[in-house]
Every structure is written in structure tokens, then in C-alpha cells.
């Protein structure tokens, strides 16, 4: 049996659902989020560890993979730091500002986080599981940003490839750890939705 590390976007927040950026705020999860939450602990190999992000839609998400499965918070799989941002739409940016995020993995939004800074604290958790994930189903639940620069992380390059990537809500990525480097196996992969019957709406 070939073990990975799992990575798993938490299901819809009402945040996602409004549309606006989201960051260290912590809103709940919509009743259609938590129906994604299900259908992934439904869907996925049970772990041997589960780690969560510390904010609360992460958790409320984690939680649904087993009452007696413990979940270990770690800061590091917290989302990026909006800044002046969190809550915002995506409009209340304009296209200079927007330019210069883009092209500077360096830049603070807003009083924020960098993408550079969300990329060196989860390299330092990613790096940290890489043996665990090669014998055992780890699984962590996070968020957009922190995703992003695990992948970034398993295929050796920088975090500025992270907005040429888009993740699902509830998305499924997964890294095999076993060998000399990791391997990226699957991005957006949302088939633990569907297993069974379809999600009522």
C-alpha cells in the first residue's frame, strides 16, 4: 500500500460563499461546506495522523474524520495573513495593487503576510511529516495559500507559481514523500465528493 501525504482544503466557509478574500478572520463553515466535510472523511483513507490549521473552519472540517481521531492544530497551516484585506472583496483592491502582489513574492498586503513568508513555514511543516507521510495516511487540513506552497514545495520551485494555480473548496491534493524528492500525484482531485451518491444540494 502506497502511502502520501494528503492535503485538504476545508469545505465552503460563508466567507467563500460571499466571495471575499479570507484570511485570518474565522467564519464557519455553510451547511454545503460541511457536506463537503463529510463526503471527504467518507472518502478518504482513514489517517494515522491529522493535523488541522488552528482556524475554525479547518477544524469543523478535520473534526468529521473520526470522533477518536485527534487533531493536531498546527500555526503553520494557518492561512496567509490578509492584513488590512481579510473580509474584503476582491474589488476593494485596484489593478496596481494587484500588479504588484503578483509580481513580487516578497510583497505585504496591506499590512499582511507574504507569499514568501507563508512558503517558508510550510516547507518547514512539509519538510517535518516527509517520513511519517512515507509510512502512514497523513492527512492536514488547510487553506488556499498554505496548499499552494506545499505544491510549490514538492515540485522545487517558488512560491510565485501559486497564482498560476486555482483550488476547488474541499480540494484533495496529494504528495508522495517516500522517495529521494516528493511527487506531486494530484491537484484539485474531487473525486472523495462523489463517492457514493451525490451530495444533497
Not at 513580487?104 to 507521510?133: F, I, K, M, N
Not at 473525486?191 to 451530495?199: D, E, F, W, Y
Request: aromatic share 4%.
Amino acid at each position: 500500500m502506497a502511502y502520501v501525504l494528503t492535503l485538504v482544503r476545508h469545505g465552503q466557509s460563508e466567507a467563500n460563499a460571499r466571495g471575499v478574500m479570507c484570511g485570518r478572520s474565522d467564519p464557519p463553515l455553510t451547511d454545503a461546506g460541511r457536506r463537503q466535510a463529510r463526503a471527504l472523511a467518507a472518502g478518504l483513507p482513514r489517517p494515522t495522523r491529522l493535523v488541522s490549521s488552528p482556524l475554525a473552519r479547518a477544524r469543523e472540517t478535520a473534526a468529521l474524520f473520526g470522533a477518536d481521531l485527534e487533531v493536531e492544530c498546527d500555526a503553520r497551516w494557518t492561512e496567509m495573513d490578509y492584513g488590512d484585506l481579510d473580509g474584503q472583496p476582491m474589488d476593494a483592491l485596484d489593478g496596481d495593487g494587484w500588479r504588484a502582489w503578483q509580481s513580487d513574492p516578497e510583497h505585504v498586503p496591506a499590512g499582511g503576510e507574504s507569499l514568501v513568508a507563508v512558503r517558508a513555514r510550510v516547507a518547514a511543516a512539509c519538510t517535518e511529516l516527509a517520513a511519517e507521510a512515507a509510512t502512514g495516511e497523513v492527512v492536514v487540513v488547510s487553506h488556499v495559500s498554505p496548499i499552494k506552497a506545499a505544491i510549490s514545495w514538492a515540485l522545487g520551485v517558488g512560491i510565485e507559481i501559486a497564482w498560476r494555480m486555482y483550488l476547488v473548496d474541499a480540494a484533495v491534493c496529494r504528495i508522495d514523500t517516500s522517495g529521494s524528492v516528493p511527487l506531486l500525484l494530484a491537484v484539485n482531485d474531487e473525486g472523495p465528493l462523489h463517492v457514493g451518491t451525490a451530495l444533497p444540494a
